[in-house]
């Protein structure tokens, strides 16, 4: 993600993972996908109050000892272990496990579990699948040189490299090539293994 500000900013930023998310906002976390809110709207008060303490916070190690400990106190939420274990297959396959076969592993049908996973998760399995897929990718054109993107697709999962492509256009607004081209720009880890 790229940020431009015109004037002076400093932030923190805190990305959950599904299950991380959950356990943090509880059932919220439905409500607060794919957008950009206050934190004082999310957590009221006390969300106001962590901002005031960070901001007041004399160095970046105190911020973020501040932030860690606010997260683990309020991570607490638990979702239902039909759903944990349907996320945590989901995850280890890296996002190739067929939601059909989840939903008959945790016994229940693949309508129910969409709609349980939407509204524990926050997106349905298919939609975290996709997610989970497209980011093996990007990890994969990163840490590789030489690569061709047939390849990459098939070691992420996809079905071939026209739903790659698909995908690079839904999550990034971009062809592979395109965000390839980009991310060389901006991550210097590229930088440096185009260099060598």
């Known amino acids: 993600m790229q940020i431009e500000s015109d004037g002076r900013a400093a932030c923190v930023q805190i990305d ?19 957008q950009m809110i206050d ?20 160095e970046w190690p105190q911020r973020f000892a501040i932030v860690e400990d ?4 309020r991570a607490v939420h638990e979702p239902s272990p039909a759903i944990a274990a349907a996320l945590d297959a989901l995850c280890r396959s890296g996002g190739t496990s067929r939601i059909g076969a989840l939903a008959t592993e945790v016994g229940w049908s693949r309508k129910h579990l969409a709609r349980r996973f939407q509204q524990e998760i926050g ?15 990007c990890g994969l054109a990163r840490s590789r040189t ?9 070691d992420a999962g996809y079905a071939d490299q026209a739903h790659l492509a698909r995908d690079f256009r839904i999550f990034s ?4 090539t395109a965000w390839a081209a980009r991310i ?13």
């Open 123 to 137: 997106v349905a399995p298919k939609t975290l699948a996709q997610m989970l897929r497209f980011h093996r990718a």
């Open 184 to 196: 060389q720009g901006t991550d210097s880890r590229l930088a440096r293994a185009a260099a060598g």
């Open 173 to 176: 607004g971009e062809t592979p």
């Open 146 to 154: 030489g690569t061709g993107w047939a390849s990459i697709a098939i």
């Open 39 to 58: 934190l004082g709207d999310v957590l009221g008060r006390e969300g106001r109050r962590l901002a005031e303490m960070v901001a007041d916070a004399p």
């Open 16 to 34: 959950f993972t599904p299950l991380g998310a959950f356990r943090f906002h509880g059932g919220a976390v439905a409500d607060l996908t794919a």
């Open 70 to 73: 606010f997260v683990h106190r």
